[in-house]
């Protein structure tokens, strides 16, 4: 008699082992994003860090830019890049020899610098280093924005065929992140009102060619009414209490790039947009759910008004991660009351404080 495992017998154990599994996955896979979690708070920090060391290099926290689209050539001299506010390129950019990155931060060249991975840069729930081919050239996007919130001192008129009360609020964020009092996307105006630590670069350079950048440096001018870069002594409502820099929605199915969202398709070294930037007036979203701002809840909507995303969000279940002015990492929960964000993101007393917006049918 040889000894033998029966049939059934083999399938009991098999089912055992199945359930088993099935009972432990979950807890595998919470793990696992747990310690993506970790990881992605880990880069906010040092980000963080990086963004004090160079206040404290510079007196002044970096701006965010002038914007999109820009070139490195624009805002150098002899190769050598601007430091300070007439520096036009990306706040992420700007931190670079803080983050020991001051080879790739020197090297000058707009292509290969953004074709260049900076991999604290990006969220391991989210994506790794991804290269996307983008109007811009191949660039590297980005996970992490600065905080543009929405103030009482900015101009809240909407459009006039905006016809909807929703509608209406959309302009509202739209103006309040592009240039408020001013009006225009491509660079920023007089008067215009910044209240986040990151404020919109002051100078605003002249038409040049666009594909080099010639001649160097670009002529331009600094802008009438316009912040200056924050220094720390500027955050009155208390550095611990002011939104800097989280982590920004996008789309899981977009994660590649191939979905051309025009918030995320030139990565960590564009100036004033969407990519490095977003708005603390616009209610944060989980990268499940499909939004634009405006438009219909529909993937397949590709509606020319406000078809940027100017939200928060994240790839993590409950909330995003954000890193305060003092350095200190945070979880932001998706519903969040969109007045105390706002408040967050603003950095001091009566001059921040936040506008309530009804934004009804947009959470």
Not at 129 to 134: A, I, M, N, Q
Not at 188 to 204: A, Q, T
Not at 208 to 228: K, Q, R
Request: proline share 7%; net charge negative; with cysteine.
């Amino acid at each position: 008699m040889r000894k033998a495992f029966t049939l059934v017998e083999l399938l009991v154990v098999i089912a055992i082992i199945g359930v088993l599994v099935a009972l432990l996955l979950p807890a595998i896979q919470a793990a696992r994003e747990a310690a993506r979690r970790s990881q992605c708070k880990n880069n906010l920090k040092n980000i963080g860090l990086s963004m004090l060391n160079y206040e404290s290099s510079h007196r002044e926290f970096p701006t965010g830019g002038a914007s999109y689209g820009d070139r490195i050539e624009c805002y150098a001299v002899n190769g050598k890049a601007w430091v300070g506010k007439k520096q036009g390129l990306s706040w992420a950019y700007q931190i670079l020899p803080y983050l020991e990155q001051g080879a790739l931060h020197d090297i000058g060249d707009t292509d290969l610098v953004q074709s260049t991975p900076v991999s604290l840069y990006n969220c391991p729930s989210r994506r790794g280093p991804t290269l996307h081919d983008s109007f811009w050239g191949p660039s590297y996007l980005m996970d992490y924005a600065g905080a543009q919130p929405a103030t009482l001192g900015q101009s809240t008129a909407p459009a006039m065929y905006i016809a909807t009360r929703d509608f209406e609020n959309c302009r509202r964020v739209e103006r309040a992140f592009w240039s408020p009092n001013g009006g225009g996307y491509s660079w920023g105006r007089d008067f215009g009102v910044f209240d986040g630590v990151i404020v919109r670069s002051p100078w605003k350079r002249d038409g040049v060619d666009p594909a080099t950048c010639g001649p160097n440096p670009a002529p331009g001018a600094f802008l009438n009414g316009v912040p200056n870069p924050t220094r720390i002594a500027q955050i009155t409502d208390g550095t611990s209490n002011t939104l800097m820099i989280g982590e920004k929605y996008v789309y899981q199915k977009d994660y590649d790039g191939h979905g051309n969202d025009p918030s995320d398709d030139r990565g960590w070294l564009d100036g004033w947009d969407p990519d490095t930037m977003r708005c603390t007036m616009a209610q944060p979203l989980s990268d499940a759910v499909w939004r634009k701002l405006c438009a219909p809840d529909n993937p397949s909507d590709q509606s020319d008004y406000f078809n940027q995303t100017y939200m928060f969000g994240s790839a993590h279940p409950a909330g995003f991660n954000c890193v305060f002015a003092d350095g200190s990492v945070h979880s932001i929960s998706y519903d969040v009351p969109i007045d105390v964000l706002n408040s967050l993101g603003t950095k001091g007393g009566e001059a921040g404080q936040y506008e309530v917006l009804d934004l009804t049918g947009l959470n």
